[in-house]
């Protein structure tokens, strides 16, 4: 292989490997209304909290925090890695961590079954 061939390859695979490491991060689906991402889910500190919409937290409450969907849209996260999903409410901004999507309530969090893993891989599909 020429030195041409060589920089084209390495071009080509540094493409790659920023493309795929942007998908994690937050990447729009040609619908605008779905996500891949990584999901989180909220301290128990934060419990009977206000949320940014005003609500009061509720870890047993099927809800989530989201960057910029509106507050009350429903979305459905489904675990990429084992497709359990869960339907959660969006009414708080978060989350405030680099290459997050969704912050979950507990009991969400529990019904996608990473607890124990803290964050998983997510795809978050808008209902409403």
């Known amino acids: ?34 996500q891949r991402g990584i999901a989180s889910y909220y301290s128990d500190s934060l419990q009977g909290a206000s949320t940014a919409s005003g609500d009061t937290f509720d870890q047993q409450a099927l809800t989530a925090a989201h960057p910029d969907l509106p507050f009350g849209t429903k979305v459905l996260v489904a675990r990429a890695d084992t497709g359990q999903q869960v339907e959660v409410l969006i009414n708080d901004r978060g989350p405030f961590v680099e290459g997050r999507i969704i912050d979950l309530s507990k009991r969400a969090a529990k019904k996608l079954g990473m607890l124990k893993r803290g964050t998983v891989p997510v795809l978050i599909t808008q209902i409403n």
């Not at 540094?14 to 779905?34: E, H, P, R, V």
């Open 1 to 34: 292989m020429g030195s041409k061939s060589h920089l084209l390859l390495r071009c080509g695979l540094a493409a790659l490997i920023m493309a795929g490491s942007a998908g994690i991060a937050q990447a729009s689906g040609a619908d605008g209304k779905t």
